[in-house]
């Protein structure tokens, strides 16, 4: 493996660093896709890293998914800090429940001891329920702290597994086809060369909002993500720490 062709973890890093132009990764071992501990271990190394920067008071976004719920189940009483507040960083009613964000939001709240706030909304919206939507007071004070957030934790999933999963119309599915869509994130469908394809209604953070968050960490392993992670770190923000297991950094090393 390539475990062995490099002497350790901390230069297999600097190497995915450098491949992905970012500024700091974390690599565990093994693949994902075909064991749980894996995304156990993405957990465990994530929350490690937001120990590090994590403050009193601070505003923490999450995305939803099961390696998200992976995070959460990794939180524990140490990353506390007085007054945390932990919001979804998107509506996502319609997703398995456990791994909807605002679920991961309140088990992150829960183990580390801060408070949090929900969003309940569809995943995908019309523009109209949209519009008025976010003319709600409640729904505006919501989507003000998700985007003044101080850290962000998101997930990156496959194209085409996400549009699966979220039930995507026939005609958006070909779109995404044509469009030669490989990576998803925050709602957001994209290209090999990080060319957003797709885009999701979604109520919540958005992608350009992204440019100011001082800490975002995107958490997501297994070879079948390899393609989608290359993919979105061609558009993902420079301070965004990349959390991944051996198997996408294999595939992305080897070109
Ligand atoms: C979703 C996020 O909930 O999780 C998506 O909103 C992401 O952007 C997905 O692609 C990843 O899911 P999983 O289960 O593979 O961690």
């Known amino acids: 493996s390539i475990m062995k062709e490099f002497s350790s ?5 600097k190497q995915l ?32 890293r937001l120990k590090e920067v994590i403050k009193e008071g601070q505003v923490i976004s999450v995305t939803g998914g ?32 456990k791994d909807q964000a605002n679920t991961i939001c309140q088990k992150m709240a829960n183990k580390a001891g801060g408070n949090y706030t929900v969003l309940y909304s569809p995943d995908q919206v019309t523009k109209e329920f949209y519009e008025t939507f976010i003319q709600e007071s409640s ?5 003000m702290k998700i985007k003044s957030a101080d850290i962000v934790i998101h997930g990156i999933g496959d194209a085409m597994t996400m549009a699966r999963r979220r039930m995507t119309s026939e005609e958006d599915m070909q779109k995404l086809v044509q469009e030669k869509a490989v990576a998803e994130a925050f709602g957001y469908y994209f290209d090999e060369n990080g060319r957003i394809v797709h885009k999701v209604q979604t109520v919540g953070l958005q992608l350009e909002d992204l440019k100011n968050i001082p800490h975002i960490f995107a958490v997501a392993g297994g070879a079948s993500k390899a ?21 996408v950094t294999n595939e992305i090393l080897k070109g």
């Open 9 to 13: 973890a901390p230069e297999l890093e």
């Open 17 to 48: 660093a450098a491949a992905l132009n970012l500024q700091s990764c974390n690599v565990v071992s093994g693949n994902a896709d075909e064991s749980d501990w894996v995304k156990s271990e993405l957990g465990r190394a994530c929350v490690s």
């Open 227 to 247: 393609k989608a992670i290359k993919a979105y770190m061609k558009i993902a923000p420079k301070n965004t720490v990349l959390i991944t297991d051996e198997a």
């Open 66 to 97: 099961s390696t998200m719920n992976a995070v959460a189940e990794a939180f524990t009483e140490k990353l506390n800090k007085e007054n945390l507040l932990f919001v979804p960083a998107r509506g996502g009613i319609g997703a398995d429940i």
């Open 139 to 143: 729904i505006r004070e919501v989507l």
